[in-house]
T-cell receptor, first 116, second 109 residues
Framework: DAGVTQSPTHLIKTRGQQVTLRCSPI?????VSWYQQVLGQGPQFIFQ???????GRGNFPDRFSARQFPNYSSELNVNALLLGDSALYLC???????????????FGNGTRLTVT | TQLLEQSPQFLSIQEGENLTVYCNSS?????LQWYRQEPGEGPVLLVT?????EVKKLKRLTFQFGDARKDSSLHITAAQPGDTGLYLC?????????FGTGTSLTVIP
């Protein structure tokens, strides 16, 4: 089975623009979560979606939004991009809504976003 | 502010040496995981610990969850160049998932 796939792999945007990142979970996985990883730091949790509903939100501004589709794929949108939004954006999928105890997270290789 | 602090932040050792990475917090976690991340890739799960005081071994890697479920450690015996990478702890509070600050390990042949 294919792993978690993210697109695009790399992206360059200008300050003030908007960006949409995409994630396809492993087949059979209904939960998708998003993370921001700034160079040299650990990932920061942004959102979790399960069965198309938001189940958790991290400490990110309202410029960040996401949604999950009936096929469980997901999009992360960021509006009014700032230089500080430059980071690796990771998507992870799992079978269960419950965090990690019920099923482990499987990560994609991320989208590297550069804001100039 | 990161809920989980890891130490050391950077570690460079010779092949064959032992090392320990620490993951500390003032918060209690339902479970704690350790991941390894290589450049250009997403984190890959190494282990999940759930019970306070739990010890798990994965070949040369030993993981321990603190009795109070607030901290954890990762011990590597006889490190090899293939162990090089960014080691991340991550904890589940029940409604959010937090990663640690990361420990970058380089094992020199």
């Amino acid at each position: 089975d294919a792993g978690v796939t993210q697109s695009p792999t790399h992206l360059i945007k200008t300050r003030g623009q908007q960006v949409t990142l995409r994630c396809s979970p492993i087949s059979g996985h209904k939960s998708v979560s998003w993370y921001q990883q700034v160079l040299g730091q650990g990932p920061q949790f942004i959102f979790q979606y399960y069965e198309k509903e938001e189940r958790g939100r991290g400490n990110f501004p309202d410029r960040f939004s996401a949604r999950q589709f009936p096929n469980y794929s997901s999009e992360l949108n960021v509006n009014a991009l700032l230089l500080g939004d430059s980071a690796l954006y990771l998507c992870a999928s799992s079978r269960s809504r419950d965090w990690v105890i019920a099923s482990p997270l499987h990560f994609g290789n991320g989208t590297r976003l550069t804001v100039t | 502010t990161q809920l989980l602090e890891q130490s050391p932040q950077f570690l460079s050792i010779q092949e064959g040496e032992n090392l320990t990475v620490y993951c500390n917090s003032s918060s209690v976690f339902s479970s704690l995981q350790w991941y390894r991340q290589e450049p250009g890739e997403g984190p890959v799960l190494l282990v999940t610990v759930v019970t306070g005081g739990e010890v798990k071994k994965l070949k040369r890697l030993t993981f321990q969850f603190g009795d109070a479920r607030k901290d954890s450690s990762l011990h590597i015996t006889a490190a090899q160049p293939g162990d090089t990478g960014l080691y991340l702890c991550a904890g589940d509070t029940g409604n959010q998932f937090y990663f640690g600050t990361g420990t970058s390990l380089t094992v020199i042949p």
